[in-house]
C-alpha cells in the first residue's frame, strides 16, 4: 500500500473513533488535543457554549472564526469540519443570505454534523463528504476559507494549499488555525503513525508551512496568533500552534 493512502485510511479510521464517542473527549484521550500533544485545544467564547456542547469534540487547535473577516451573504469553507463546530459558529457571522460548508473525508463525521445541524435548527449549512486534496467543489466558488487542526494530517500539503488556492474566488482570504513544528521530525517519527493521526508527525516546520503557502499563490501570508504546545524532546523537535492568514 502506499504511504499516503496508508496515512489517510489511519486518519480516517482515528476521527470515525472519535464521531462515535458519546461527547466531547476535550483533552484527554483523543485527538489533536490527546495525550501526545496536550494543551492544544483553545477554548471558544462562553456566547457560544449551545453550539459548543453539540459540536466541539475537542479536537480543534484554535479559533480560526475570532481571527477571520467573515461579512453576511460570504459562502464560507471550513476544511475537515469534524462534528461541525467552527462551521457552525461561520454561519452564524456570514447570516441567512449566507452559507458555510463543512468538507471532511470521514463519512462518520459528515454525519455527526449532520444531525448537529438538525438539533441546533441552524439551516444556512451544508456538509460535503470529500478530502482536501481533491475538493469536489467549483474554481472559485468559496469567498474565505477555514480550518482547525487538520492540514497537518494531510500528507501533501501542497496539493492542500493549492486546492484551497483554486476553490477561493479572487481576492478571497483563509484564516487557519494549525499545528506546525519548531526543528524538523524524524524519520521515525514519520513513520509513527498514531503520531501522524494525533496531529503530531504530519506537522511541517513553521517557516516552511508559511513558504507552501506563498508557493501555492497567497499574499500576505501572515501568523496571527502562535502558543507552543509541546516539546517532543525524544524527536527533536517542538509542536506550536498558529493561526495564520492569507489571501488569494
Ligand atoms: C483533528 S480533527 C478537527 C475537527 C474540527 N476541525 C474541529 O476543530 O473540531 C480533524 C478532522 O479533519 C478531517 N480530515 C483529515 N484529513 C482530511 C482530508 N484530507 N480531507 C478532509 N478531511 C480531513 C478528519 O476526518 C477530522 O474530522
Request: net charge negative; with cysteine.
Amino acid at each position: 500500500m502506499d504511504t499516503e493512502k496508508e496515512i489517510k485510511n489511519a486518519v480516517v479510521e482515528r476521527y470515525t473513533n472519535a464521531a462515535l464517542q458519546e461527547s466531547g473527549c476535550c483533552s484527554s484521550s483523543c485527538g489533536c488535543g490527546g495525550d501526545d500533544a496536550p494543551g492544544m485545544n483553545e477554548y471558544y467564547s462562553d456566547a457560544d457554549q449551545h453550539i459548543i456542547e453539540e459540536a466541539d469534540l475537542g479536537l480543534g487547535c484554535g479559533n480560526p472564526t475570532a481571527f477571520s473577516e467573515l461579512k453576511e451573504g460570504m459562502t464560507v469553507l471550513d476544511l475537515g469540519s469534524g462534528a461541525g463546530i467552527d462551521v457552525f459558529l461561520a454561519a452564524r457571522e456570514v447570516g441567512p443570505t449566507g452559507k458555510a460548508i463543512g468538507l471532511d473525508m470521514t463519512p462518520a463525521m459528515i454525519d455527526r454534523a449532520t444531525k448537529n445541524r438538525e438539533k441546533l435548527g441552524i439551516t444556512n449549512v451544508e456538509f460535503v463528504l470529500g478530502s482536501i486534496d481533491s475538493m469536489p467543489l467549483e474554481d472559485g466558488s468559496v469567498d474565505y476559507i477555514l480550518s482547525n487542526c487538520v492540514l497537518n494530517l494531510v500528507p501533501d500539503k501542497q496539493k492542500a494549499f493549492q486546492e484551497m488556492f483554486r476553490v477561493l474566488k479572487s481576492s478571497g482570504k483563509f484564516t487557519v488555525s494549525d499545528i506546525v513544528t519548531v526543528g524538523e521530525v524524524n524519520e521515525d517519527a514519520r513513520k509513527d503513525l498514531s503520531l501522524w493521526t494525533n496531529c503530531v508527525s504530519g506537522a511541517v516546520e513553521k517557516m516552511q508551512y508559511v513558504k507552501k503557502l506563498r508557493e501555492a499563490g497567497f499574499s500576505d501570508v501572515t501568523i496571527m496568533k502562535e502558543k507552543t504546545v509541546n516539546t517532543f524532546r525524544e524527536y527533536g523537535f517542538g509542536l506550536v500552534s498558529i493561526t495564520v492568514s492569507g489571501t488569494k
